[in-house]
């Protein structure tokens, strides 16, 4: 085993399903892992925003525990507004048509008032203003701070050059039915780049498709990085920056069943894949897995953690026990090798001693 | 680790994950769970449009193929762990078949030790064993000179005794007599009934000597000069210094003498009035003095 050892954190996007990291690196702190990079797609990114610009490790899960919680919080009545948007749009994000559908619900709440009915509670669905959590942006103002990033964990995000909402998704679709791949998503180092481009970039990272406008950074613009090398998950598991900056332990994390990222793409890497060892999938029914995604179900969000936490002391556990094993063997050899050092200077002493007997 | 401590399942370094695994080990180990979720979600995907969907994009065969890959990873990091512990195994026997090899080295030496040891018991047995004959015999030579160191001592408070006048109220051959019966019922005496050959017969020309010597000056004749038995040998002195009852002192101390078989002795301790047959009635200092110490101690030897 080497001295030297440099250890990535690979968070990958999967929306409400970011929860599950948390546990993960719960898990982590618990087994005394050094982390000294991370990179992360969507909610994998902003996790890893979060974690970086945190003062220490320790402090990073705490604040996500606190923001992963006031979400898990959210009364039931608001079920009907997904959870994993409101976090977006309380970190920043503006919905696509934004504008116009406030000024549709404006207009309709004029109307209501002036002929004095009440709109239908899903009404308020079309209002962004009513989307955004206050508790959850005020934690989001505070702890997605750009200014801490320079002083933290390096932060690799993985953006995906967009083409337009509509376009991104029919090449998501394509890519899906297995007729052509999508582009490769970009891997940016986040501290590296201009300040006022940090959050762009962090929050292009989780711009859903449609649901979200791309961010415009210098004529460019970026969408949800999961998109990216969509058949073998090329931007939604972005270890490539880890391993290029010297990463020779990638911890991978995913957050979905039977994730088609292979780490037979990487043979020269030591990756530890954290796969969940059941389902993540909470919601039944045929849009089960957007409902997951969004986060219609936010007391779910627990379990995930949860599952995270359990699925990372298993996975790590099990080449954690190996290691140990091959260690004590070592161990065991170099202490024989030492003893067998002292072999011939013990023989001779003897040898000595009996000749002085003749 | 500085004296090593052996690690433990407790020590800190197997509860953490500190130090940088072994790639082979890693896939190993993963590859299991990998493989594991992967085979959970095709089991998943049983169901008609799944299969169908899956079949048409290939994801079913890129899955089946990551599964093999994880399997085939596993297979070989088995492998490679089986040849590592094959040759630490190997390496384990070799040392325990050298350990063996020097245990019967160390057990024939401890086996020379033993003989060795038992050898220098004998040899210490043997030496203690002469050592004891040697104080012992030590010991009798200590006793012995003592005893001669005794004997002299007696001898010489005898004669000191003579030369001082003590027996200056017997006759000249009284004098004789009472130094020698001294002689004879003390050291000088017990040394000679115990001691034979030539040492007996040089410690009693050493008396005869001392004897000649003593008389010569008393009667102022020279040693082979001869006296008169009666007049000169027997006679009494005289005068104020004369003790009263030595006469009767010699006659109580020599009357178990039978004057035919001591008849210097007889006639010097009792002075009868009729001296023994075989008594010379002229004596010289030899004469007298080697007679009675050959009735005196000679004698003495047979008793």
């Given at each position: ?11 990958s ?8 990291q ?24 902003l ?31 608001d ?9 977006l ?43 955004c ?60 780049l ?7 970039i ?21 969408s ?29 994390t ?12 990487f ?41 995270g ?22 161990q ?27 | ?211 000649i ?23 009494r ?53 080697e ?13």
């Amino acid at each position: 085993m080497s001295d030297f050892m440099k250890v990535g954190l690979v968070l990958s996007g999967g929306g409400a399903k970011g929860a599950y990291q948390v546990g993960v690196l719960k898990a982590l702190r618990e087994l005394g892992t050094r982390i000294d990079a991370v990179s992360g797609a969507s909610i994998g990114a902003l996790n890893g925003a979060i974690l970086a610009s945190s003062p220490s490790f320790e402090t990073g899960i705490q604040r996500l525990e606190e923001l992963w919680g006031t979400l898990a919080k959210r009364s039931p009545l608001d079920m009907n507004i997904p959870g994993y948007l409101s976090l977006l749009i309380s970190a920043g994000m503006k919905m696509y048509g934004a504008g116009t559908v406030d000024i549709v619900a404006r207009l309709a709440n004029r109307a209501a008032q002036r002929f004095g009915y009440a709109l239908p509670k899903g009404f308020d669905f079309l209002s962004a203003g009513v989307l955004c959590d206050k508790p959850l942006q005020a934690l989001m103002d505070e702890y997605l701070v750009t200014d801490d990033l320079a002083n933290g964990l390096p932060l690799y995000i993985s953006v995906y050059r967009s083409l337009g909402g509509m376009y991104d998704l029919l090449a998501a679709f394509q890519a899906e039915f297995g007729f052509a791949d999508t582009p490769d998503s970009e891997f940016l180092h986040l501290q590296t780049l201009p300040q006022e481009m940090q959050k762009e970039i962090l929050l292009a990272s989780a711009a859903i498709p449609l649901l979200f406008a791309p961010r415009q950074t210098n004529g460019t613009l970026y969408s949800d990085g999961g998109q990216g090398g969509w058949q073998s998950m090329q931007g939604n598991t972005p270890i490539t920056p880890l391993l290029e900056a010297g990463c020779n332990l990638v911890i991978v994390t995913h957050l979905s069943d039977g994730s088609p990222w292979s780490r037979q793409d990487f043979p020269d890497a030591t990756i530890l894949e954290i796969r969940p060892q059941q389902s993540l999938a909470r919601a039944c029914g045929p849009l089960g897995g957007s409902r997951d995604l969004l986060g219609f179900d936010s007391d779910k969000i627990p379990s995930w953690i949860e599952q995270g936490y359990r699925d990372t002391l298993h996975c790590v556990g099990r080449v954690m026990s190996a290691g140990k094993s091959r260690h004590e063997l070592r161990q065991s050899e170099a202490r024989l090798t030492l003893s067998e050092k002292g072999n011939a200077s013990a023989d001779q002493a003897l040898a000595d001693v009996m000749a002085q007997l003749k | 680790m500085s004296e090593q401590q052996p690690i433990t399942q407790q020590s800190e370094i197997c509860q953490i994950l500190t130090c940088l695994p072994e790639k082979f080990v890693v896939d190993f180990a993963n590859g299991i769970d990998v493989a594991r979720e992967r085979q959970a979600y095709l089991k998943g995907r049983s169901g008609f449009a799944a299969r169908l969907f899956d079949g048409f994009t290939g994801q079913g065969a890129r899955h089946q193929a990551e599964i093999n890959a994880s399997l085939t990873d596993g297979v070989e990091g088995a492998l490679n762990w089986l040849k590592d512990l094959s040759e630490s195994l190997a390496s384990s026997t070799l040392a325990i078949a050298q350990v063996n090899d020097r245990v019967n080295s160390l057990k024939l030496d401890v086996a020379k030790i033993a003989t060795y040891s038992i050898d220098t018991r004998r040899q210490l047995e043997h030496m203690a064993e002469r050592l004891s004959e040697r104080c012992e015999h030590l010991d009798k030579q200590v006793a012995r000179i003592d005893f001669v160191q005794r004997v002299q001592l007696h001898l010489d408070s005898v004669f000191n005794k003579w030369s001082a006048g003590r027996f200056n109220s017997f006759s000249l051959s009284g004098r004789c007599y009472a130094a020698l019966e001294e002689l004879r019922w003390g050291a000088f005496g017990d040394y000679c009934r115990q001691t034979s050959g030539d040492d007996r017969q040089r410690l009693l020309e050493n008396l005869s000597n001392r004897v000649i010597t003593h008389l010569t000056s008393d009667s102022k004749i020279t040693r082979r000069e001869r006296i008169a038995t009666r007049e000169r040998w027997l006679e009494r002195p005289v005068g104020r210094d004369v003790l009263p009852e030595a006469g009767e002192s010699l006659a109580y101390l020599g009357d178990d003498h039978e004057p035919h078989q001591s008849p210097f002795v007889f006639a010097a301790s009792q002075v009868p009035e009729e001296l023994p047959l075989h008594l010379p009635r002229l004596n010289s200092p030899e004469r007298v003095s080697e007679a009675m110490i050959g009735e005196l101690f000679l004698e003495v030897a047979y008793v």
